[in-house]
């Protein structure tokens, strides 16, 4: 199905732990991959750490690491590259490819208060109709305002409260002496 319970597949790899040779690689990759799919929740870390070392080490799951660690450090271009030699692992899983645009998306949002189309078709793997039709649809929800091929991101109210910085925040040099021992 399309569920994911995270503590209950943490109690599955847990087993996997206990009884190695019980694992099935199948129901491991489609936890995986379903916890991939929660980004930017820690899903996938956590249930990494519970696979078997010879099987982090084997293909599929040394790919989806891979894919893993790109998303997690917002390689999104080089995420699409892996993922376009790897999609037979998350066939079965529907919403796969949309999850991981929904994270970029995120931190898009968060990084970002403009940016070219060709660099967001990029960055979500979208080009063409795709592309055109996913920015219209932000602009309808999420207020974005296209320019030429620059697109102003809305929602940044929080980004700019976050940038302002008011003066109780702000520390001057002497206040340090006492943290520093001098």
């Known amino acids: ?3 994911f319970d995270l503590s209950t597949n943490l109690v599955l ?3 996997y732990q206990f009884f190695p040779d019980r694992t099935n ?3 491991l990759v489609k936890v995986l991959v379903k916890a991939l799919m929660q980004l930017p929740g820690t899903d996938f870390t956590q249930c990494a750490y519970l696979v ?3 099987f982090q080490l084997e293909e599929p799951i040394a790919n989806l690491l891979t894919l893993a660690q790109h998303a997690e450090c917002m390689q999104f271009k080089e995420f699409w590259e892996v993922a376009s030699k790897c999609k037979y692992l998350w066939e079965s899983v529907p919403g796969f490819e949309q999850s991981i645009r929904d994270f970029a998306l995120h931190a898009i ?3 970002f208060s403009q940016i070219r189309k060709q660099k967001l078709g990029e960055i ?3 080009e063409g109709g795709e592309l055109d039709a996913l920015v219209k649809d932000r602009a309808a929800k999420s207020g974005w305002k296209v320019t030429g091929d ?3 991101l809305g929602g940044n109210e929080l980004k700019s409260k976050l940038g302002k910085s008011s003066g109780s925040n702000v520390l001057d040099f002497a ?3 006492p943290l520093l021992g001098m």
């Open 52 to 54: 078997p070392q010879r």
């Open 124 to 126: 979500l793997s979208l």
């Open 13 to 15: 790899l847990r087993m």
């Open 25 to 27: 690689s199948t129901v």
């Open 150 to 152: 620059v697109i102003q």
């Open 109 to 111: 949002n968060l990084t």
């Open 175 to 177: 206040q340090y002496g």
């Open 1 to 3: 199905g399309g569920s």
